[in-house]
């Protein structure tokens, strides 16, 4: 059964690019990896899904290495205004489990 | 825009009351879920529904079950709620079983149930 582990907090300063790191053992080649972005007192907004190499949209890139043990959400030149949660989502084509991270706590500072 | 309601963002139960928590989404969407969110744990999955009248349980379905009679309402009923079932209550839906669009989940604002 796969687990994803995410580091609990990370912080960084404005213009920065940040990278959080999702690890996920025992992932199949078709499963999908997706981030999430959560804001106090809201429910959690997609940002960005791939199964692999790397995807990138208007807000953030998805990298995801070879061996697929991990995956890493890119935020280009954060601002005060991505301070938020993180959550990584593994989603197993085989039986659509869901297999939900923990959350990374970013904390972006002036 | 997607958009998915519910229908308190906070409430008040005692022990041993019933409990129903309506969700509501406006994109025609197939799948529907309910989430528990508690600090440190993320979310866990309590029932997801692919369909009308079709459910299946999540990681934690006890002490819970749900309703999808209309294609965009899911409920989520606490038969008897006690304190343990004090958490933020997520709904979420989204397109398609067969598709990686499944986990592109379009989330409400919660419920914060607090039971006393």
């Known amino acids: 059964l796969a687990k994803t582990t995410q580091p609990i907090s990370m912080d960084s300063y404005e213009g920065q690019e940040v990278n959080i790191t999702c690890s996920h053992n025992?992932?199949?080649?078709?499963?999908?990896i997706t981030w999430y972005q959560q804001f106090p007192s809201q429910g959690p907004r997609f940002i960005i899904q791939?199964?692999?190499?790397?995807v990138t949209n208007e807000v953030a890139s998805l990298f995801i290495p070879a061996d697929r043990k991990s995956s890493t959400l890119s935020l280009p030149r954060v601002s005060l205004s991505d301070t938020a949660v993180y959550y990584c989502?593994?989603?197993?084509?085989?039986?659509?489990?869901?297999?939900w991270g923990a959350g990374t706590k970013l904390i972006i500072k002036p | 825009d997607v958009k998915v309601t519910q229908s308190s963002r906070y409430l008040v139960k005692r022990t041993g009351e019933k409990v129903f928590l309506e969700c509501v989404q406006d994109m025609d969407h197939e799948n529907m879920f309910w989430y528990r969110q508690d600090p440190g744990l993320g979310l866990r999955l309590i029932y997801f529904s692919y369909d009308v009248k079709m459910k299946e349980k999540g990681d934690i379905p006890e002490g819970y079950s749900v309703s999808r009679e209309k294609k965009e309402r899911f409920s989520l009923i606490l038969e008897s709620a006690s304190t343990n079932q004090t958490s933020m209550y997520l709904c979420a839906s989204s397109l398609g079983l067969w598709t990686p669009a499944v986990y592109e989940q379009y989330f409400g604002p919660g419920t914060r149930l607090t039971v006393t």
């Open positions: 989502l593994v989603g197993q084509n085989s039986n659509y489990q869901l297999i």
């Open positions: 791939g199964y692999k190499t790397k």
């Open positions: 025992n992932i199949a080649t078709n499963d999908y």
